[in-house]
């Protein structure tokens, strides 16, 4: 049941990352609007209320009210908000609108847009986990038993039913809960916004203010989600245990060291299936539960998994509980008579390097190259469907461009006939050279045409090409995600363990959130690390660095993007610092790669004390020179890897090594 409800669960962490995207979407369509806003009516980057409130002018109207139409059509075709609709035709009939009223207006139809998603996503979201949970949890019990007997197929008026039917005390349904959030957050942005007008705030902080709430906003949209498809598996559970004849269950929580205390307390608890309540006597209790029911026989006892600390998976007795795990997972208890649950997987690959490094009491280059290979496989087969299709798309392109070469070349020797023809022409004035001459058009014409006819199809498959390598290449933040989930299934990753902003001195820098965002796709091992060597310092300067001995972060960049990259980098170099083994490391690979190289200035824009060994290095600020006491080789390693990783792939030896530290340090 565990692993059935964990597949209902990851229906729902699916869904997340493309509302996650959603919400960017959003944020940039209101950043874009901001923008344009401030841009028309501000004086010296500053907006007065007076201003704010002055009426749109004849133009200014005429143009607010084709964006409403906009807005109507987009309604009608996408079954917006009723309500909103009817507000949306108000105004677009209004004769006076001030320019606040505009912009607010502008910024509720982003938030309708994207809460219209949410409900129709969400809905399709868990039928298909209330659906498919349900036909579950019925073959896995009929499994059990040997024997098969019909069951009823849902239509759509039975699953209606059943979604609108609140599972909570409150009394509240998923869409309640969704509607709640956007009045909300329609609030909260509306007030914001007017307060920053009276404030007479720069567009860059009224941006990143207003981002920030939505960022909350998409934190709570993404407990919201996990929640209700724990509750609407656990609800197609308990009709089914009904229809399946089932007298009791039991709740079953995940022996692992994450369980929350009020599971660890229920796990083993046995209830009739009369006592079956959604989120009382049964999962979620709470935000993010994992916990699950099973059918409960008085005599029967199997088996079911157990993880430890370091990731191991076990068989333990289906009837131990978790006090009974704790004493053997975590304080070390005897562990003899359980059966470890071996695989092929990236993490059982990893733990076995990690194992021949305890025998040996060292790491070797050999093993962060092995480590460090099965990442880069990895994540390079999860994008070589792009590799080929930009292989295809070239070949195509190359194709149909020789295929022009030719036509072009025809043409041309056509027209140097005709030209030759038309100066005899023009001294003879004979008819017959005039008749070639229209032969030679004729013969012509069709080949111009299809040269032509190439123009629109090539300039396709170059779209299509583009497209293709920006798919290969990724945004920023998804490579960063990628990355990050790679290294979860191999070991612990983020910063929640950590106190941080205690870490951060709570920094009233801008760039605090990014260095805090920027912590948690690092191992955790290494950010629990990180305090050791004292409190960090954030600060928003025109180039990067990290001081050690001022224990300062100083972070570049005008956009999130470039400050996320920044941030990335120069935590590279405090775990250089902090995280044992690192430097070692550096300085053996630094030696290798750059033995016979001498040093050279970086170049324009840069002191002339700043040299580097370039080497075949995929950037030659790789190889910077600090005599020793520092490197750029993991802090822009793990640039690349988090943020541009097919950049970091041209260099493969250098790839691996930066995956082996990640993997095994």
Known sequence: MEILQEA????????????????????????????????????????????????????????????????????????????????????SARVHVSRLQALKLQLQQQVEVLYGNQIDDLDRLLRDIYTDGYYRTAYEIQKGFNIGWNLHQFNDKQLDRILSKPWSTDGRTFSDRIWTNKQQLLGTLQTRLTQQIVRGEEPKKAIDQISELMGVDRRKAGRLVMTESAAFASIAQKDCFKELGVEKFEIVATLDNRTSELCQDLDGEVFDMKDYEVGVTAPPFHPWCRTVTAPY????????????????????????????????????????????????????????????????????????????GLIFEDLKNERIRYEKEIEELQEKIKEKEIEVKNLIKQSEEIHYEWGDLFSEYMK??????????????????????????????????????????????????????ELKNKLLEIRPVGNASLDIDAHLKHSRSPMRKIVKEAYDYYPTEWVQQSPYAGTLTPKKVNRGYYKHLKREIGVSGD???????????????????????????????????????????????????????????INKYIGKDYDGVAYELVSMGFEYAYTDPTKLWEDEEYAKWIYGILALL
């Open 559 to 617: 956009i999130d993007q470039h400050s996320f990259k920044t941030a990335i980098h120069e935590l590279g170099h405090r775990f250089e610092r902090v995280v044992p083994g690192i430097l070692e490391i550096e300085k053996e690979f630094y030696e290798k790669r750059t033995a016979g190289e001498l040093l050279e200035w970086l170049g324009p824009g840069y002191a002339k004390d700043e040299k580097t060994r370039k080497d075949k290095f």
């Open 297 to 372: 026989f008085d005599d029967e006892y199997g088996e079911r998994a157990a993880r430890d600390e370091e990731g191991n998976v076990y068989y333990v007795p289906s009837n131990m509980k978790y006090p009974e795990w704790y004493e053997k997972f975590v304080e070390g208890g005897n562990k003899e008579g359980l059966e470890l649950i071996k695989s092929n997987d990236l993490k059982s690959k990893i733990q076995a390097i990690k194992d021949r490094i305890l025998n040996r009491g060292s790491i070797t280059s050999k093993d962060l190259d092995e480590a460090g």
């Open 428 to 481: 003879t004035k004979d008819q017959n050279i005039w008749r070639e001459m229209e032969k030679l058009k004729a013969k012509v014409a069709p080949i111009d045409k299809k040269i032509d006819e190439f123009s629109p199809i090539i300039y396709d498959l170059q779209s299509k090409l583009d497209a293709a390598k920006i798919n290969y290449k990724g945004t920023i933040r998804d490579n960063a995600k």
């Open 8 to 91: 209902q669960l990851k229906k729902g962490q699916n869904y997340l990352i493309d509302l996650d995207k959603q919400y960017r979407i959003t944020m940039k369509n209101i950043e874009r609007e901001l923008a344009y806003w401030y841009e028309r009516f501000a004086v010296n980057n500053q907006l007065s209320m007076t201003e704010a409130r002055k009426l749109l002018n004849t133009k200014e109207l005429k143009e607010f009210r084709w964006t409403v139409e906009e807005y109507i059509k987009y309604g009608r075709e996408n079954a917006l908000n009723p309500q909103w609709m009817k507000e949306l035709e108000n105004a």
